[in-house]
């Protein structure tokens, strides 16, 4: 299962407010074969 620190979770959801109404995307990633995002891109 694939577990979000709150930090990332908040970067995530501030760039969706900022840009709203227009769609969010990005990419969270960490290392290979990790279940663990370290940042937010």
């Known amino acids: 299962m694939l577990s979000i620190d709150?930090?990332?979770y908040d970067a995530i959801?501030?760039?969706a407010k900022r840009d709203h109404p227009v769609?969010?995307?990005g990419i969270v990633a960490g290392p290979e074969?990790?279940?663990r995002p370290e940042r937010f891109v």
């Open 6 to 8: 709150q930090a990332t």
């Open 13 to 15: 959801v501030a760039h």
């Open 23 to 25: 769609e969010a995307c």
């Open 33 to 35: 074969g990790s279940d």
